[in-house]
């Protein structure tokens, strides 16, 4: 079945210490989101891909940084993560058609629980 | 500015009841309107959606009530079962190079 794939599932790491987090595609979608969620909180975007064009939130953290090295994968960088950086992060897809074009349904993954020591 | 404001922010509901769910835009670029369900420790998922075109939807027990006038749009959700436990977030969309804006969720609990 076609989906979104993000890993690892749960990630433990320790202040300052930097870590990846992975997120890939079989649906052949152009649109990638990295989205935070504390908990009780709704997803917040913290960056986007449109195709290659990279889209980052004016208040994402420049800990935060990301890589799309192809359509299908998608990565989250977080350089030195500190205690509020604990989160569940999560990648999203969708269709989009261009400039003009509709929305449409994302399809997110299961998600990436980061706990920070 | 926010755009979008989901209410209510927590709801308890009775097996079999109806459950309805709030959203109000601002952004009347707005073309596409979803319900996305949250189970915990789960990625959200679409639940329903409608588009403009439309006043209402229904899938099942779901039903999405879209007033474009009123920049509105609700889901109902008949027949409440305790599986529909979850947390409900709405999350309008304009496509093309604009960002979704996800609603501040509402934790529904429905008890037996």
């Known amino acids: 079945d076609a989906m979104v794939i993000q890993n690892p599932r749960y990630q433990v790491t320790q202040f300052g210490k930097p870590v990846t987090l992975s997120c890939s595609q079989t649906?052949?979608?152009?649109?990638m989101y990295w989205y935070q969620q504390k908990s009780s909180q709704a997803p917040k975007l913290l960056f986007h891909?449109?195709?290659?064009?990279?889209?980052n939130e004016a208040d994402t953290p420049d800990n935060f940084q990301s890589r799309r090295p192809n359509t299908s994968f998608c990565f989250l960088d977080i350089r030195s993560p500190g205690l509020g950086d604990a989160a569940m992060y999560l990648c999203?897809?969708?269709?989009?058609?261009?400039?003009?074009?509709?929305?449409?349904?994302?399809?997110f993954g299961p998600g990436t629980r980061l706990t920070v020591l | 500015q926010q755009q979008v404001k989901q209410s209510p922010q927590s709801l308890i509901v009775q097996k079999g009841g109806i459950s309805i769910i709030n959203c109000a835009y601002e952004?009347?670029?707005?073309?596409?309107f979803p319900w996305y369900q949250q189970f915990p420790g789960k990625g959200p998922a679409l639940l329903i959606a409608?588009?403009?075109?439309?006043s209402e939807k229904k899938e099942g027990r779901f039903t999405i009530s879209f007033n474009k006038s009123a920049k509105q749009f609700s889901l109902h959700i008949m027949d409440s079962q305790p599986g529909d436990s979850a947390t409900y977030f709405c999350?309008?969309?304009?496509?093309?190079?604009?960002?979704?804006?996800f609603g501040i969720g509402t934790k529904l609990q429905v008890i037996p």
């Open positions: 999350a309008p969309d304009s496509g093309g190079y604009q960002k979704v804006t």
């Open positions: 649906l052949n979608h152009n649109v």
């Open positions: 891909y449109y195709d290659k064009d990279f889209n």
């Open positions: 409608i588009r403009p075109d439309v």
């Open positions: 999203a897809t969708s269709r989009d058609s261009g400039l003009g074009g509709r929305g449409d349904e994302q399809f």
């Open positions: 952004n009347t670029a707005f073309d596409y």
